[in-house]
């Protein structure tokens, strides 16, 4: 069996991207992704904190092509992406650990995408505990039950260590893909990744 790892946190947009986008790729190879949530802002402090002076001190022309290039590849993906929202860049630390306990549940993916679509299409703030609430009860999971799962040491530790496991892997951002072992960063990455997983299957 290949080993297909996805290491993402929601609060990216490129990630959202990936996030989707890999699913179908995935299952056309017959391959499950092992989803990998982390916290993105320990990977940047950790390996690349330049992120944060490229926030403080952006280039207006890349600026405006990025805006452009998320906006073109959201609609390419059938998502819509307001950026930025008005909280950003988020706490996104309750939203990840619920992404590790729901995972054991089969309902990982069905609320990642539905913290990605609360954060980037509708603007809510994902660190409130009332927005994931609604998002819970929506997706028919006990908001107490969640509450207390994600505030368990199990969940806190397994977030740590998929974030540590990541940079350990040579990881910088979100989403990071494995296949294997070789390592492939960003959404635009993906057609990359088919011919890994091509590669591999020979």
Same mark, same amino acid.
């Given at each position: 069996?290949?080993?297909?790892?996805?290491?993402?946190?929601?609060?990216?947009?490129?990630? $959202? =991207?990936?996030? @989707?986008? /890999?699913?179908?790729?995935? *299952? +056309?190879?017959?391959?499950?992704?092992? !989803?990998?949530?982390?916290?993105?802002?320990?990977?940047?402090?950790?390996?690349?904190?330049?992120?944060?002076?490229?926030?403080?001190?952006?280039?207006?022309?890349?600026?405006?092509?990025?805006?452009?290039?998320?906006?073109?590849?959201?609609?390419?993906?059938?998502?819509?992406?307001?950026?930025?929202?008005?909280?950003?860049?988020?706490?996104?630390?309750?939203?990840?650990?619920?992404?590790? $306990? =729901?995972?054991? @549940?089969? /309902?990982?993916?069905?609320? *990642? +995408?539905?913290?990605?679509?609360?954060? !980037?299409?509708?603007?809510?703030?994902?660190?409130?505990?009332?927005?994931?609430?609604?998002?819970?009860?929506?997706?028919?999971?006990?908001?107490?039950?969640?509450?207390?799962?994600?505030?368990?040491?199990?969940?806190?530790?397994?977030?740590?260590?998929?974030?540590?496991?990541?940079?350990?892997?040579?990881?910088?951002?979100?989403?990071?893909?494995?296949?294997?072992?070789?390592?492939?960063?960003?959404?635009?990455?993906?057609? /990359?990744?088919?011919?890994?997983?091509?590669?591999?299957?020979?």
């Amino acid at each position: 069996m290949i080993d297909l790892d996805c290491y993402f946190d929601c609060s990216s947009p490129w990630t $959202w =991207l990936g996030f @989707r986008n /890999l699913q179908p790729l995935a *299952a +056309e190879f017959g391959v499950p992704v092992r !989803w990998r949530p982390i916290l993105v802002g320990g990977v940047f402090n950790a390996a690349n904190p330049s992120v944060y002076a490229s926030r403080e001190n952006p280039v207006p022309a890349k600026q405006a092509y990025m805006h452009k290039d998320l906006q073109d590849w959201a609609r390419l993906t059938g998502v819509t992406i307001g950026f930025p929202p008005t909280v950003f860049p988020v706490n996104s630390v309750k939203a990840m650990r619920g992404c590790l $306990w =729901l995972e054991p @549940r089969g /309902l990982l993916v069905p609320f *990642a +995408e539905a913290v990605f679509e609360a954060y !980037w299409t509708h603007d809510q703030d994902v660190s409130q505990d009332a927005v994931l609430a609604t998002l819970c009860t929506r997706l028919q999971i006990d908001p107490t039950a969640f509450f207390e799962g994600i505030g368990t040491q199990a969940v806190k530790d397994a977030l740590r260590a998929n974030t540590e496991a990541l940079i350990a892997r040579g990881g910088f951002g979100s989403p990071t893909i494995f296949v294997g072992d070789d390592m492939f960063f960003g959404n635009d990455r993906l057609p /990359l990744v088919r011919e890994a997983l091509a590669r591999a299957m020979r």
